[in-house]
């Protein structure tokens, strides 16, 4: 099995690449760990509660908190750990995290695969309906309710804010 922590984070046209650790519909969350080269059970969700879409990260990235960036993609499909989808950022969900006294940012970004019919329309995250973007807040609230962690919503932003974050991220890993 291949280090999925490094492949590269955009193609040859420049499109980003998204490895899925976690598919919708999953009541687990995995995770991908490079020591092990596997993807890992990391936790199980609430009852009743499940990934609303496909939640992975950015290859090549180094996000705020060490890991690569967080990505949720947006389409109506579910697929499965270690599938790498092309995809156009749509925006990002800016979170402050308190943990064991410590506060740090851990964004979640959010993107479209190029080849989703569905979700081809979607340009901007905050072109979602507002109860969405609600739900979707509440949904990562709530992964965290039985963890020491505490979540502050910041705000959307767009699809920009997404790209720079991903370009910042890739930066950092580089560096590292």
Same mark, same amino acid.
């Given at each position: 099995? =291949? *280090?999925? &922590? *490094?492949?590269?984070?955009?193609?040859?046209?420049?499109?980003?690449?998204?490895?899925?650790?976690?598919? !919708?519909?999953?009541?687990? %969350?995995?995770?991908?760990? =490079?020591?092990?080269?596997?993807?890992?059970? +990391?936790?199980?969700?609430?009852?009743?509660?499940?990934?609303? $879409?496909?939640?992975?990260?950015?290859?090549?990235?180094?996000?705020?908190? @060490?890991?690569?960036?967080?990505?949720?993609?947006?389409?109506?499909?579910?697929?499965?750990?270690? &599938?790498?989808?092309?995809? !156009?950022? /749509?925006? &990002?969900?800016? /979170?402050?995290? +308190?943990?064991? @006294?410590?506060?740090?940012? *851990?964004? +979640?970004?959010?993107? &479209?695969?190029? +080849?989703? $019919?569905?979700?081809?329309?979607?340009?901007?995250?905050?072109?979602?309906?507002?109860?969405?973007?609600?739900?979707?807040?509440?949904?990562? /609230?709530?992964?965290?309710?039985?963890?020491?962690? %505490?979540? *502050?919503?910041? @705000?959307?932003? @767009?699809?920009?804010?997404?790209?720079?974050?991903?370009?910042?991220?890739?930066?950092?890993?580089?560096?590292?």
């Amino acid at each position: 099995m =291949p *280090n999925f &922590v *490094n492949l590269p984070t955009f193609t040859g046209d420049g499109d980003l690449q998204v490895v899925v650790e976690t598919p !919708r519909g999953s009541r687990a %969350k995995f995770a991908y760990d =490079p020591k092990l080269k596997a993807f890992v059970l +990391r936790k199980s969700l609430l009852a009743g509660l499940t990934y609303p $879409h496909d939640w992975g990260f950015a290859p090549s990235t180094a996000a705020d908190d @060490g890991d690569p960036i967080d990505i949720m993609v947006v389409h109506d499909a579910t697929t499965f750990p270690g &599938v790498v989808i092309v995809c !156009r950022p /749509i925006g &990002v969900l800016q /979170i402050e995290q +308190r943990s064991k @006294g410590k506060s740090e940012r *851990n964004d +979640r970004l959010f993107a &479209v695969p190029l +080849r989703s $019919h569905a979700a081809q329309a979607l340009s901007d995250v905050r072109d979602l309906s507002r109860p969405m973007l609600l739900e979707l807040e509440k949904f990562f /609230i709530a992964t965290d309710e039985l963890e020491d962690k %505490k979540l *502050n919503i910041l @705000g959307w932003e @767009g699809p920009q804010a997404a790209l720079q974050a991903v370009e910042e991220a890739a930066k950092a890993f580089k560096k590292d």
